[in-house]
């Protein structure tokens, strides 16, 4: 009986979170051969099903590879087969995932009279959702808060947020250092905290004119929330506050 060459096909679809391409080789006689190909460094899942009907046989094989990836990849199918004179190559160019959009930004806020700094860090990218983690200064690791948001295009917001007291952090570097798939190693982004200056305090005496009285002043001035200022004054003495 003489070979009978296979119906060869493939098609590529998104699957589950992963990128799947399918070869088919079909009503063949004898059943043909096939396997995959990868560029060096990559690596998938594949298997195979074959069928008979009616005494022509076909092969079905699948290739699972991840979703997203820094690189281009080209994936081919090998078909062996004796009615071909040489193995027969079908092949699917893959694009590299689009690199993710990472913005920082920080903030004050003031908790019972202590000052903290806020840090937030957006990551949009395609899925999977990107992971950040958080360091003060060379090593510290800071603990966080983060959450993901899914667009109905399917691209991901990730958005992670450190809190920190400013004064732990002074003149030191936040840093958040986001990890994806679509990134050949982890991207950093970083926040200087600056330093804190230190409030003012002048105190002035004055006499006014025509008049017994004196005029006692206390000026302070600092950022963050107002401090409670108060006057001691010798027994039996009275006078009357303003606060400005």
């Given amino acids: 009986m003489l070979p009978v060459a296979p119906t060869i096909g493939v ?30 460094g990559s690596s998938g899942v594949s298997w195979f099903n074959f069928t008979s009907h009616n005494g022509s046989h076909s092969v079905r094989g699948v290739l699972l590879l991840p979703a997203c990836s820094p690189w281009e990849l080209t994936a081919e199918c090998v078909i062996n087969h004796p009615a071909f004179e040489g193995p027969a190559n079908r092949s699917i160019t893959l694009p590299p995932c689009a690199r993710p959009e990472i913005t920082i930004n920080s903030s004050t806020e003031w908790t019972d009279g202590e000052e903290f700094t806020k840090v937030d860090c ?7 959702a990107a992971t950040v983690r958080w360091h003060v200064g060379n090593s510290s690791s800071i603990g966080y808060l983060s959450a993901t948001e899914v667009r109905p295009d399917g691209s991901v917001r990730a958005r992670s947020s450190a809190r920190v007291p400013s004064s732990s952090c002074c003149g030191q570097n936040v840093t958040c250092t986001v990890e994806h798939p679509s990134l050949e190693a982890p991207e950093k982004r970083t926040m200087h905290i600056l330093l804190n200056k230190a409030p003012l305090l ?12 004196w005029l006692a002043v206390c000026d302070y001035s600092g950022g963050g929330v107002g401090p409670d200022l108060a006057w001691v004054l010798p027994e039996n003495a009275k006078g009357q506050t303003s606060l400005h």
């Fill in 122 to 128: 957006s990551v949009e990218s395609v899925a999977p």
């Fill in 202 to 213: 002048a105190v002035s005496l004055v006499r006014q004119q025509e008049s017994p009285l």
């Fill in 11 to 40: 098609d590529f679809r998104t699957e589950d979170g992963h990128r799947l391409i399918e070869c088919s080789a079909a009503d063949a006689v004898p059943a043909a051969n096939m396997s995959w190909l990868l560029p060096e």
